[in-house]
């Protein structure tokens, strides 16, 4: 649950700096039990979003987690132009 409320807290504060939509999906809890995936998972995330809005000038980030019984899933999706989602 820890890394789900890192991740939380990243698309927030990400919000916040930039003035844009960002935020994360995740339908179900994802339990990462070792804690060196789950930190690479979120330098990731950061990488990610990062080069989202500075190169792809994003209006709009979503980061979906999703799990099933063998692997985490962390995907992206990104929008130039705002959009409700």
Request: net charge positive; with cysteine.
């Amino acid at each position: 649950m820890a890394f789900m409320s890192a991740l939380e807290e990243l698309t927030s504060n990400v919000s916040k700096l930039f003035n844009i939509s960002c935020r994360l999906k995740c339908p179900r809890p994802v339990l990462l039990a070792d804690s060196t995936v789950a930190t690479h998972l979120y330098r990731i995330a950061q990488e990610a979003i990062t080069n989202a809005v500075k190169h792809g000038r994003a209006k709009s980030i979503v980061v979906n987690l999703n799990s099933s019984a063998d692997r985490a899933t962390l995907t992206f999706c990104t929008f130039q132009n705002r959009a409700t989602i």
